[in-house]
């Protein structure tokens, strides 16, 4: 079984500025992770995914995330957030050859003009 | 190419009654998975079909079934409705040999029962 925490509830930033949103996981397997994003009223997007390779994975709209594996993390980070970044990130792991996505509770940005 | 549509939009239910949700995949996808996210919540894993079959299943009870019909679309249907199942309810659907592929996601058919 897998389990995803994100330690932020909400993280309230100021436009331009850097950002870290967190997420630690635990399982017995090796895990595919993957960063979600939901904007008000909508369904989930795909932010990145890391299934094997390169730890460093990034998005197409300037976010990155890095897997830890020795401590178990998949940090998301933003050198510089704009307004519409504005969201709930989730968190997400599912196991090798199971498709089941297991979330954290997830992580609300605010962008401070 | 049209994405994941599911309906209806908004439903509101009164407690005992039954409801139906549907989903129709991304084209070319042939799976399809269901998620519970309640307010303030990640989403749940509810089931998940393919090839009209469901083939993993979440920790919810048996008054949540599915089906998943040869085009690949899917129905959720809830029996005897609590008031804890109001929730925004996602559809997922994915292609089965590309186990690790991503899951395109609808906008969701959010349940409010009274």
């Known amino acids: 079984a897998q389990s995803v925490t994100q330690l932020d509830s909400q993280v309230p930033v100021f436009e331009e500025a850097p950002v870290e949103l967190r997420c630690n996981y635990s399982?017995?397997?090796?895990?595919?992770l993957f960063w979600y994003v939901q904007y008000p009223n909508q369904g989930l997007q795909l932010l990145l995914k890391y299934l094997s390779g390169s730890t460093l994975v990034e998005s197409i709209n300037g976010f990155e995330a890095e897997f830890n594996k020795s401590q178990t993390s998949f940090h998301l980070r933003k050198p510089s957030v704009h307004i519409s970044d504005t969201a709930e990130y989730f968190c997400a792991v599912s196991g090798f050859g199971n498709e089941k996505l297991t979330f954290g509770t997830g992580t609300r940005l605010t962008i401070i003009p | 190419d049209a994405g994941v549509t599911q309906s209806p939009t908004h439903l509101i239910k009164t407690r005992g009654q039954q409801v139906t949700l549907r989903c129709s995949p991304k084209?070319?996808?042939?799976?399809v998975s269901w998620y519970q996210q309640a307010l303030g919540q990640g989403p749940q894993f509810i089931f998940q079909?393919?090839?009209?079959?469901?083939?993993q299943r979440g920790n919810f009870p048996d008054r949540f079934s599915g089906h998943q019909f040869p085009n690949y679309s899917s129905e959720l249907n809830v029996n005897a409705l609590l008031l804890g199942d109001s929730a925004l309810y996602l559809c997922?659907?994915?292609?089965?040999?590309?186990?690790?592929?991503?899951?395109?996601f609808g906008p969701g058919t959010r349940l409010t029962v009274l």
């Open positions: 084209s070319g996808h042939d799976t």
């Open positions: 399982s017995s397997v090796s895990v595919y």
């Open positions: 079909y393919y090839e009209e079959e469901e083939r």
């Open positions: 997922a659907s994915s292609l089965y040999r590309e186990r690790a592929d991503t899951q395109y």
